[in-house]
Antibody, heavy 118, light 112 residues
């Protein structure tokens, strides 16, 4: 069974840093690009970042560019999101998702909650 | 403001059909056949329902169908069932370095 499990979400002060992790299982991790998508409380989905299968290409939404860094460790079947200079508007449930081809997200993890508050 | 425009809510009675629209531009929906749709029940992760405009993943009932005309994609749910009540999001490849994928704002489907 394909499974994605996020972790690392906590309450952090504005300006702080945090690293999210996503552990993948049930598929050949290094065959697929991976995404982070977030959802603010009561709001819609927002694409955050993409990393290619080998980590050689990365892409970011304008809202996080220069503050967040996506990475992966294929030897550990893990995806990461380093989040710096956090703002209140970064408060959200962060999902990792497998890019199953044709720019479709399947499946998604259960999400990890990041709260930026003083 | 989301990049793709969806109605905030739609409703229908059991057995009826409903269609949810998703309007973008020639730079996203209209430019590529990479439109997908996701169903999200409260407190749950999104689930892929349609990809490549009109393809259904295995396990998704054939009551769900997708289409596209110009810059507008649509998700149609026929034979509505109570368990279809959820939020639905469209998504499109957009090709821009900083907006490579864009989502719609979501549509709340209520089964009356």
């Amino acid at each position: 069974e394909v499974q994605l499990v996020e972790s690392g979400g906590v309450v952090v002060q504005p300006g702080g840093s945090l690293r999210l992790s996503c552990a993948a299982s049930g598929f050949t991790f290094d065959d697929y690009a991976m995404h982070w998508v977030r959802q603010a409380p009561g709001k819609g989905l927002e694409w955050v970042s993409l990393i290619s299968w080998d980590g050689g290409s990365t892409y970011y939404a304008d809202s996080v560019k220069g503050r967040f860094t996506i990475s992966r460790d294929n030897s550990k079947n893990s995806l990461y999101l380093q989040m710096n200079s956090l703002r209140a508007e970064d408060t959200a449930l962060y999902y990792c998702a497998k890019d199953s081809s044709s720019w479709m997200f399947d499946p998604w993890g259960q999400g990890t909650l990041v709260t930026v508050s003083s | 403001q989301s990049a793709l425009t969806q109605p905030r809510s739609v409703s229908g009675s059991p057995g009826q059909s409903v269609t949810i629209s998703c309007t973008g531009t020639s730079s996203d929906v209209g430019g590529y056949n990479y439109v997908s749709w996701y169903q999200q029940h409260p407190g749950k992760a999104p689930k892929l329902m349609i990809y490549d405009v009109s393809k259904r993943p295995s396990g998704v009932p054939d009551r769900f169908s997708g289409s596209k005309s110009g810059n507008t994609a649509s998700l149609t749910i026929s034979g509505l069932q109570a368990e279809d009540e959820a939020d639905y999001y469209c998504c499109s490849y957009a090709g821009s370095y900083t907006s490579i994928v864009v989502f719609g704002g979501g549509t709340k489907l209520t089964v009356l």
